[in-house]
């Protein structure tokens, strides 16, 4: 039997992606999950709350404990709602424990995290030791990792091979980026609602969403001249998903007839990203279930407009299983361990 050697806890696992933690973790051969907590102040049974667990899990909720965590698990999830592991975490960061951080309370300087999540942020020193990981271009070992937002992830993979080779024009980046429901976590607001989701469609937080500013920073370190995105998110009557188009123009280094080249370069040695075949665009459901992210690309010489669908779940990719996958890659563990997921499709 495989040493169940790496321990484990999640906080914030009674939401969507701690749930779909809890999921993942369970098939993974190296990793046990040993403690469970949110905001309950009681202790219960997770299969109570949860019945799809019984029988799988023998866990129950305690409330957070960051003495007990470090005492007993090699590495904490943070599955939490944003404005909470940065109140929450500091003693981790000072400690060096390590911490994969699926929030976005530290994936931006704190200026820009006041401004887009209208929130106090978290000390300038606590932010300097947390490290923005794009697992696909994982490269650090530090011990506080920012997982990427969800639109960021799809975003930010599906221009990567242009904007390392700084061949985007800068003034030219279209983003429109639609997301499944499970996106917006558990809590039921009035957009929420199945009424106003079932069988609708609608755009929101126009030029406003979060995820605006940390798509820009990644980019400029790639592209230095990249300023700015036009970026929107909508709602689309799923579960989960997430599908962005990407309308881009190329400047004169590049040939259209390479593009397809670069992006199969890119991603030639990565195993979590699939280029489709020339003029090809990738679907929702065939990323479903998976840690996959699906890339497709079409040119239309008319307009000069390449346009770069990406999709992946929100869930795995945008979430937990990108975070398991940051987690791999900092024990030394191959990085898809625990993450040999098929789509589901039909
Ligand atoms: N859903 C998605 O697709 C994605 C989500 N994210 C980010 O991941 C994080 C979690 O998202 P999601 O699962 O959707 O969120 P949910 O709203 O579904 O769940 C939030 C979880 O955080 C817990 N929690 C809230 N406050 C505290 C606290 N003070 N102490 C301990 N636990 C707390 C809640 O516990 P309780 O049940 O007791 O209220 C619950 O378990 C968010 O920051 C989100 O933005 C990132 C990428 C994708
Ligand atoms: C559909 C939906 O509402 N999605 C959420 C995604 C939130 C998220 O993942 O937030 P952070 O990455 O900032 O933590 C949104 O658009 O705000």
Not at 270 to 299: A, E
Request: charged content about 15%; hydrophobic content about 40%.
């Amino acid at each position: 039997m495989v040493d169940k050697n790496i321990k484990i806890s999640i906080v914030g696992v009674t939401g969507y992606s701690g749930l779909e933690l809890l999921r993942l973790l369970y098939n993974h051969p190296n990793a046990e999950v040993i403690s469970i907590h949110n905001t309950q102040q009681t202790h219960t049974d997770i299969s109570e709350q949860f019945p799809h667990l019984k029988k799988m899990y023998n866990l129950t909720t305690m409330p957070f404990d960051s003495v007990y965590i470090m005492q007993h698990a090699d590495i904490v999830f943070f599955a939490t709602s944003s404005g909470v592991s940065k109140d929450l975490a500091s003693e981790f960061i000072e400690a060096k424990f390590p911490v994969i951080d699926l929030s976005g309370d530290f994936r931006l300087p704190a200026s820009l995290y006041k401004k887009w999540y209208k929130k106090e942020p978290a000390s300038d020193q606590l932010l300097q030791q947390a490290h923005y990981s794009l697992a696909d271009f994982y490269n650090n070992n530090a011990t506080y990792i920012a997982n990427p937002g969800c639109y960021a992830t799809a975003t930010l993979l599906a221009l990567a091979p242009l904007a390392q080779h700084q061949v985007l024009d800068k003034d030219n980046i279209i983003i429109d980026a639609k997301s499944g429901l499970s996106g917006a976590g558990k809590s039921l607001t009035s957009t929420s609602h199945f009424v106003n989701v079932s069988d609708n469609f609608s755009m929101y937080k126009a030029n406003q969403h979060q995820h605006i500013p940390e798509i820009t920073q990644q980019l400029q370190k790639w592209q230095p001249d990249i300023e700015h995105i036009q970026f929107t998110t909508s709602l689309l009557p799923i579960n989960r998903g997430i599908f962005i188009s990407a309308y881009v123009k190329i400047n004169d280094a590049v040939q259209a007839n390479q593009i397809d080249k670069l992006y199969k370069k890119t991603y030639a040695n990565t195993q979590f990203v699939r280029i489709m075949s020339q003029n090809q665009l990738p679907n929702i459901k065939q990323v479903i279930g998976t840690n996959f992210t699906d890339i497709g690309i079409t040119y239309n010489p008319d307009t000069r407009y390449l346009t770069i669908v990406s999709v992946l779940d929100n869930m795995i990719k945008g979430a937990a299983g990108q975070a398991i996958q940051n987690m791999n890659h900092f024990f030394g563990l191959e990085e898809s361990t625990g993450l040999h997921l098929l789509a589901q499709y039909a």
